[in-house]
């Protein structure tokens, strides 16, 4: 899950300067190789975290927490893009997030 996270970040980072066909490409791949990794280790993780008997209930909350992560990101991206006038400030909050996101995985790790 570290090495998807620090694969995120460099993909965010990346976007910053995205501006020609061929470097979308090349984003493009990059999220293609991370995306399903870090969705099947993240919920097997969360899996082998959570009580057994709960399973349902825990799996819901990561479900929605899901949901509001996608919102958010959306939401922070448009409005840092709106307030700038610059749509590379934007994308770099993700970058930003990513690596909030890490340090905190970083310190549940530890528990």
């Known amino acids: ?10 993909i965010a980072l990346f976007a910053i300067q995205l501006d020609k066909q061929w470097e ?39 479900d929605i927490c899901g949901k509001g992560a996608s919102f ?8 840092i893009s709106q307030l700038t006038g610059r749509m590379n400030y934007g994308v770099a909050v993700i970058s930003v997030m990513f690596v909030i996101g890490f340090y905190f995985f970083q310190k549940a790790a530890k528990l």
């Open 24 to 62: 979308f490409w090349i984003l493009a791949t990059f999220v293609g190789m991370f995306q399903g990794a870090i969705q099947a280790l993240s919920r097997s993780y969360f899996a082998k975290i959570i009580p057994p008997k709960k399973s349902g209930e825990y799996f819901g909350l990561f």
């Open 72 to 79: 958010m990101g959306t939401t922070l991206v448009g409005l």
């Open 1 to 10: 899950i570290k090495v998807c996270i620090i694969a995120y970040t460099g």
